[in-house]
T-cell receptor, first 111, second 113 residues
């Protein structure tokens, strides 16, 4: 297995633009997690899914953030409209039997 | 909900010496405790984990100990090498069927050659 796949790896956009981050979990993993990492706030859990169903989205900072998992092999995290304070590295992770494996991350810069 | 505290936030040790990072957790129902290593610009990677039915686990130069009574667990790295320099995160999870991990705030370990 190729591991968790994320795209794009880097994204630079201007304030107000829509940003869509993509994730393909490891095949057979039934949990998927979205995290955000910054120097100031560390590693934050935004939302996670179990069998494609959102379980806990209490970490989503505000309504500008939304996440979907239309099937077991794909998830998106969307920010609309984006703001400079959204600049961070966004990680997707998938797990089975508690062991979480992280993707390479998407480094988002909002100008 | 679960709360995980991690200490110290930074740690510098001479190459060849040992390093110890400690974490405490609040929810006595937690039963899975992984440790992740994150090198600069890379993703967090699982390096070792322990489940609540075990008190200690070793993998070469790395070991983790768990004290369920005191609700704390520790990472021990022996014979440290420059490539051990990274940020280390501890985490805790309650049980199967709810695989959310609560992470500590991280320890930046620097190995001094």
């Amino acid at each position: 297995d190729a591991g968790v796949i994320q795209s794009p790896r880097h994204e630079v956009t201007e304030m107000g633009q829509e940003v869509t981050l993509r994730c393909k979990p490891i095949s057979g993993h039934d949990y998927l997690f979205w995290y955000r990492q910054t120097m100031m706030r560390g590693l934050e859990l935004l939302i996670y899914f179990n069998n494609n169903v959102p379980i806990d989205d209490s970490g989503m900072p505000e309504d500008r953030f939304s996440a979907k998992m239309p099937n077991a092999s794909f998830s998106t995290l969307k920010i609309q409209p984006s703001e400079p304070r959204d600049s961070a590295v966004y990680f997707c992770a998938s797990s089975q039997e508690n062991e979480q494996f992280f993707g390479p991350g998407t480094r988002l810069t909002v100008l | 909900g679960e709360n995980v505290e991690q200490h110290p936030s930074t740690l510098s040790v001479q190459e060849g010496d040992s390093a110890v990072i400690k974490c405490t957790y609040s929810d006595s129902a937690s039963n899975y405790f992984p440790w992740y290593k994150q090198e600069l610009g890379k993703r967090p990677q699982l390096i070792i984990d322990i489940r609540s039915n075990v008190g200690e686990k070793k993998d070469q130069r790395i070991a983790v100990t768990l004290n369920k009574t005191a609700k704390h667990f520790s990472l021990h790295i022996t014979e440290t090498q420059p490539e051990d320099s990274a940020v280390y995160f501890c985490a805790a999870s309650i049980n199967f069927g709810n695989e959310k991990l609560t992470f500590g705030t991280g320890t930046r370990l620097t190995i001094i050659p």
